[in-house]
């Protein structure tokens, strides 16, 4: 059983007009993905059907083995962490340190001790330290871009989703991620990520996706 | 359909809702219903769809009224518990009075909510409201739709950050809806900001006076719309 998988998937907003039609991808647990396609393509929207945010009419998705529409979206954000396309959309704590803590006062997790060492951990990877207690609004848009990726890469999750993750980041930041994708990879977890940058993407993914109107073909 | 002008729409709404609030009896306020869904029909809302739409609000009204209902005695019983008159028949026409007002006020609001906010805007500068309230007016009918998106968001953002809504506890729920609250206004304020700068930027209170690439014009079935509607509603209310 595969961990994702993505049956004869067609979605559409409009009747007339399918985004993409009849899509069908087997994602494994430690596989690592990559997704690219032209603007307005759907990659977002494939990403909300796999969360299970937007729901399909036709086909279906599975996570684990269950119908995503099946599984609460708490369940579905325990299992899979999802970095935002837009940074502002993610966070909604009053400051820095109760967005990376939030998963796991309201997520049901324990062990405060090891929490905070982890959370000190990718604070400092990030270069966030000196914001933890300011407002994550007040941050400028690199800095969110930042914070939403230590907020998700905190989290003990099994598969990760990244929606253009490198978008505002610096060289030096963008090193950083790329570092924490490579301690993903020796950790033996899977991520998908979606990026308009193909050279950042063949160094860090096994699988090329491109999505287009027609469905999806493998790079 | 016929393509009204925007200040046709206004004043239909305002003669509708205007009667709405003054009507008391049940027979003219069914009545009046009845003529709010055929000029519905004529602006061409959907309306089916737009009571799908507004599913939660019925709920509310259906709750609103059957307190009414309850609550207001006088006339005939018709539903009792020992000595407590649960139901009177006066109490079920103000229920019933009660839904449809707000049904009425409702469809007319949508006469003016279906046409572009634009066309709304121009009508009503038309009409010699000075300029800045009438934008002010489409700003504010533009923000409704965005602070609900942002705090959809934020609710989404939320459960998909591990937190189970149905299973948290009520207080550390209202804890937790502070913390969605506050971020989702304060980012509707910056907003807010941007789009009055960003309308600053274009020249936006830099003269007393604001010309407009369109011009609206009454034509006859303006008149005759309006007229109708007038007409209509002395039949109703007399």
């Known amino acids: 059983m595969s961990f994702y998988t993505i049956d004869s998937l067609t979605f559409s907003f409009a009747k007339e007009c399918k985004l993409f039609q009849n899509i069908s991808i087997e994602i494994e647990e430690n596989q690592h993905i990559g997704l690219i396609g032209p603007n307005g393509c759907g990659k977002t929207t494939l990403v909300k059907l796999m969360l299970g945010i937007l729901k399909a009419k036709e086909g279906a998705i599975y996570l684990e083995g269950k119908n995503i529409n099946d599984i609460s979206l708490s369940k579905v954000g325990k299992t899979v962490g999802y970095v935002f396309q837009n940074p502002d959309k993610q966070l909604f704590c009053p400051t820095v340190w109760e967005q990376m803590n939030f998963s796991y006062k309201f997520g049901g997790n324990a062990d405060q001790g090891g929490i905070n060492d982890k959370i000190h951990y990718y604070l400092e990877v990030f270069d966030l330290m000196k914001y933890r207690d300011s407002s994550p609004l007040e941050l400028s848009r690199g800095e969110k871009q930042r914070l939403a990726l230590a907020s998700v890469l905190a989290r003990d999750v099994k598969f990760l989703i990244l929606d253009e993750p490198t978008t505002g980041l610096d060289i030096l930041r963008k090193k950083q991620l790329e570092k924490c994708l490579m301690t993903l990879k020796e950790e033996g977890k899977g991520y998908m990520i979606i990026s308009h940058e193909g050279k950042f993407l063949t160094s860090f993914v096994d699988k090329l996706l491109t999505l287009g109107p027609k469905g999806v073909e493998s790079n | ?238």
Request: charged share 15%; net charge positive.
């Open chain 2, 1 to 238: 359909m016929k393509k009204f002008d925007p200040r046709t729409r206004i004043i239909i709404v305002f003669l509708i809702s205007s009667a709405a609030l003054m009507i008391r009896q049940l027979a003219p306020l069914l009545s009046l219903l009845l003529l709010t869904l055929i000029l519905c029909k004529l602006f061409s809302i959907p309306l089916l769809g737009s009571i799908k739409k507004l599913k939660k609000l019925w709920y509310f009204f259906f709750v609103l009224a059957l307190v009414q209902s309850i609550f207001t005695s006088g006339g005939e019983t018709l539903v009792s518990i020992g000595s407590f008159r649960l139901l009177t028949t006066l109490g079920l026409q103000s229920g019933i009075s009660i839904i449809t007002r707000m049904s009425i006020i409702i469809y007319s609001a949508l006469i003016i909510a279906s046409a572009p906010p634009l066309e709304i805007v121009y009508g009503l500068i038309a009409m010699k409201l000075p300029y800045e309230i009438a934008f002010m007016v489409l700003l504010a009918m533009k923000f409704l739709p965005l602070i609900k998106e942002e705090f959809s968001d934020s609710i989404i953002a939320v459960q998909l950050a591990g937190a189970d809504l149905d299973k948290i506890p009520m207080k550390r729920k209202l804890s937790l809806y502070t913390y969605i609250l506050t971020p989702s206004v304060i980012k509707a304020l910056h907003r807010a900001r941007y789009i009055s700068l960003s309308m600053e930027c274009r020249g936006f209170r830099a003269y007393p006076s604001r010309t407009n690439y369109c011009k609206l014009k009454m034509k006859r079935a303006d008149y005759m719309a309006m007229l109708a509607t007038a007409v209509c509603l002395l039949i109703i209310t007399v």
